[in-house]
């Protein structure tokens, strides 16, 4: 795992890109200053889809990305089942240009959740890597007409990462990856549309093939009733389960993976709730694999 922070973001940008130019597929995950924009808000089983929408909507617009993680597998042009994880950890935060002052929310019971998972407010607010939407890229140009490319190219910050992986076209993993790509969607392009289906239509533009191992989970679930191996869909519960002796049992084959150079934190040390971490994990070879082999069918958002 590679911690990227303002400092050495320029740096470690040519080797992000060439990872993901490189692998086979990406995995993503966020970690975010809130959940519920209000106490109407908490997801319900009774919500329509346009209901759950309109809270994730808002959820959006009131919170933002404060860590986002990335995850590059790549397969070993030696054997199939051999994967090499570059794992890469952005602290994340916004910058005030201008007119433009985006305004964010906290939410207590994420802080502390935070705090007991030893986030780094302070890498955050003092280290934490910029971006600028498209929409925002826009109304800075419009404001300050002197400002030449370059000015602008070193404003956007995280946002370029996000347009490699858009250029690159590479699968993108996560899992219950919904709230991820909605605040993906509204840091890096544009206020999120009025419908779920033009969400939807939107997200697949930018990413072709979504593959969310939360709803792999589900689909498994019933196959393996008998062997009380998925008794559980969290992300935790799920590596545990999925990478123990009996969960290899159930995988034959299931691939090898070893971290990149300067990427091996996560080889002897388990982090749950870091968002490079989470990223690895889902995307986590073997995690992958099992699931798609024991359902011979690919689910996706």
């Known amino acids: 795992m590679v911690d990227v922070v303002c400092d050495n973001f320029t740096a470690l940008l040519p080797r992000i890109e060439q990872c993901i130019r490189e692998c086979d597929f990406v995995a993503v995950d966020t970690e975010f200053t809130g959940l519920h924009a209000t106490s109407e808000d908490e997801v319900s089983l009774f919500d329509t889809m346009e209901q759950r929408y309109g809270k994730l909507k808002k959820f959006a617009e009131k919170f933002i990305i404060c860590q986002l993680g990335l995850a590059m597998f790549t397969n070993d042009a030696k054997s199939t089942y051999k994967y090499v994880a570059h794992s890469f950890n952005f602290y994340v935060c916004p910058r005030p240009k201008g007119n433009m002052d985006v305004r964010f929310s906290f939410q207590a019971s994420n802080v502390d959740f935070l705090c007991d998972h030893n986030f780094n407010f302070n890498k ?13 890229e826009k109304l800075v140009r419009a404001e300050d007409e002197s400002l030449d490319d370059k000015e602008v190219e070193e404003m956007l910050g995280l946002t370029k990462v996000f347009r490699i992986l858009e250029r690159a076209g590479k699968p993108l993993v996560g899992h219950n990856m919904l709230c991820d790509l909605a ?10 549309p009025e419908t779920y289906e033009e969400f939807k239509a939107e997200i697949h533009q930018i990413f072709p093939v979504i593959i969310d191992t939360k709803h792999l989970c589900f689909a498994v679930q019933k196959r393996l009733s008998q062997t009380k191996l998925l008794e559980f869909t969290s992300l935790t519960d799920l590596c545990g389960a999925l990478g123990s002796q009996r969960g290899t049992f ?9 971290h990149g150079e300067q990427c091996h934190r996560y080889s002897g040390e388990r982090v749950f709730h870091e968002a490079g971490f989470d990223a690895y994990c889902a995307g986590f070879g073997q995690f992958f694999e099992i699931i798609r082999d024991l359902t011979l069918v690919v689910s996706v958002f």
Do not use: K, N, T
């Open 124 to 136: 955050m607010f003092y280290e934490g890597v910029h971006y600028l939407s498209s929409r925002q």
């Open 183 to 192: 605040l993906i969607y509204q840091s890096f392009c544009q206020p999120l």
């Open 250 to 258: 159930y995988a034959l084959f299931s691939p090898e993976v070893s």
